[in-house]
C-alpha cells in the first residue's frame, strides 16, 4: 500500500562564518525562515523543519500551505529524497515523481531526443520505458524536426514544453508538485493542464505547495500550515483553507 510517514522529523542547514552575537545568545525567529539557533557543538543554524510528524495514504491529496521560507519546498525535498533529515524517520512506500523544478538536469548541448534519454534515466525509466515514450512525448510536444536539435538553440517556450512532456510522462504513486505548472502559449497550456490533471488523477498520493487559495481548495482534501517550520494546523482543506487565506488577507 502507497503510504508517507514522518516521525519527528528536523532539517537544520548550518550558518557557516557566523558569529554575530546576537545569533549565538538567542534563538531568533525570522520573519522570512525558520528558527535561527545553536547547536550543541556552537554552531548556528537555520530550523527549516522543526518536530514534523505527517501520515499520508492512499487517495490523500495534502496541499501544503505558508508563508515563503516556511518550510514547504524543505518537506517536499525531504519527502522527494534530496534532502535526508539528521532527525527523526522519513518512510515513503511507493514510486515518487517530484516535480519540484523540470529544468533540472537538462543538458542544453545536447538534442531534443538525447535529452529525453537522459531525463527519463533520471527519473529512473528503463531504456525500454524511455523507447515507449519517445514518441508520444515528440507528438505531445510539437517540436518536429527540433528535437534534433541541441537545446540550446531552442526558445524558453521550447525548452518548457520539451522538459515538461518528460517530467509528465511517468504514472507515479505518489507525485510532489510545488507550485502548478503552466507552459507555453495558451493553447498549448490548455493541452498542458489536461496532461498534468491526467496524471493527478492516477497518482494514489499528491503533495502540493501553493499559495493559491482556488488551487488548494479545488485540488486538496487536506492542508498543512507550516510555519518557521513548524506545523501550524493540519486538517481538512475547507477548514485550513479559511483559517489560513482568511488570516493572509
Known sequence: ???????????????????????????????????IGEREDGRV?????DNINLSLA??????????NGSGKTTLLRVLSGVYHPPYGTVRVDGAVTALLNVSLGTDAEATGRENI?????MLGMSARDIEKVTDEI???????????VPVRAYSSGMQLRLTFAIATALRPEILLLDEWLSVGDEGFRAKAERRLNEMIESTRILVLASHSKELIAR???????????????????ATIVRSYFGASS
Not at 543554524?45 to 523543519?49: K, P, T
Not at 492512499?58 to 508563508?67: A, K
Not at 534519454?117 to 534515466?121: E, K, P, V
Open 58 to 67: 492512499d487517495g490523500d491529496r495534502l496541499g501544503i500551505v505558508g508563508h
Open 1 to 35: 500500500m502507497t503510504s508517507i510517514t514522518l516521525d519527528k522529523v528536523i532539517v537544520d542547514f548550518p550558518i557557516y562564518n557566523s558569529s554575530h552575537r546576537s545569533l549565538r545568545n538567542a534563538l531568533v525567529q525570522v520573519a522570512t525562515g525558520g528558527l
Open 45 to 49: 543554524v537555520i530550523r527549516a523543519l
Open 117 to 121: 534519454r537522459l531525463r527519463g534515466a
Open 219 to 237: 485540488m486538496c482534501n487536506r492542508v498543512l500550515w507550516l510555519e518557521h517550520g513548524r506545523v501550524r494546523m493540519d486538517g481538512d482543506s
Open 138 to 148: 515528440a507528438e505531445f510536444t510539437e517540436l518536429g524536426n527540433f528535437l534534433d
